[in-house]
């Protein structure tokens, strides 16, 4: 199984970027596709998940500005991010589980190599 995240960078507080994470090696319409983010000397947070029929779970932090969504043809999971805030600025990853959604990092079998996402004010 292969996560490979991508769309990370640098932008100024306002501004948008879409992530994308596109999968290999698993049945990736049967699984919850999610977004983590870890800032420097912090824990890896839950962003938002996606299940296999589009429900959406959020972070309260994020809710209003990002949106998460999957294309089951491309097995690919994207992150819309909106309004992007300096305490957005963290490495992201996407995480992938079988079936049922979860917001513990620690419920999530694969992980992709994670993408930096820096916003300055």
């Known amino acids: 199984v292969q996560l490979q995240a991508s769309g990370g960078g640098l932008v100024e507080a306002g501004d948008s970027l879409r992530l994308s994470c596109a999968a290999s090696g698993l049945a990736f319409s049967s699984y919850v596709m999610a977004w983590f983010r870890q800032a420097p000397g912090k824990e890896r947070d839950f962003v938002a998940a996606v299940n296999w029929s589009g429900g959406v779970s959020y972070s309260d932090s994020v809710k209003g500005r990002f949106t998460i969504s999957r294309d089951n043809a491309k097995n690919t999971a994207y992150l819309q991010m909106n309004n992007l805030k300096p305490e957005d600025t963290a490495v992201y990853y996407c995480?992938?589980?079988?079936?049922?959604?979860?917001?513990?990092?620690?419920?999530?079998?694969?992980w992709g190599q994670g993408t930096q996402v820096t916003v300055s004010s």
């Open positions: 995480a992938a589980r079988p079936r049922l959604t979860a917001r513990d990092r620690n419920a999530y079998n694969y």
